[in-house]
């Protein structure tokens, strides 16, 4: 599957997790997951390689607490 990430600030101190530890924090299967990015109604995510990609820690959490308030 084939993810494009838009240009984003590099944070110094930001927290980078691996997609699937994202997928685990956020009690998704990755398959979801990889439907919710690829839909644009994920979280953010970083390219880390040609093969693995990531997300900022704090990315993720905003993205969690928007899904429970209903966002």
Do not use: H, Q
């Not at 599957?1 to 930001?14: D, T």
Request: with cysteine; glycine share 8%; charged share 30%.
């Amino acid at each position: 599957m084939s993810y494009s990430a838009p240009a984003v600030e590099v944070r110094p101190n930001a927290s980078v997790i691996s997609f699937n530890a994202a997928c685990e924090a956020s009690n998704l299967s990755v398959s979801t997951m990889r439907r919710l990015v690829k839909a644009g109604r994920g979280p953010r995510i970083l390219r880390l390689s040609e093969r693995r990609i990531g997300i900022r820690r704090d990315d993720l959490d905003e993205w969690i607490a928007s899904r429970r308030c209903g966002g």
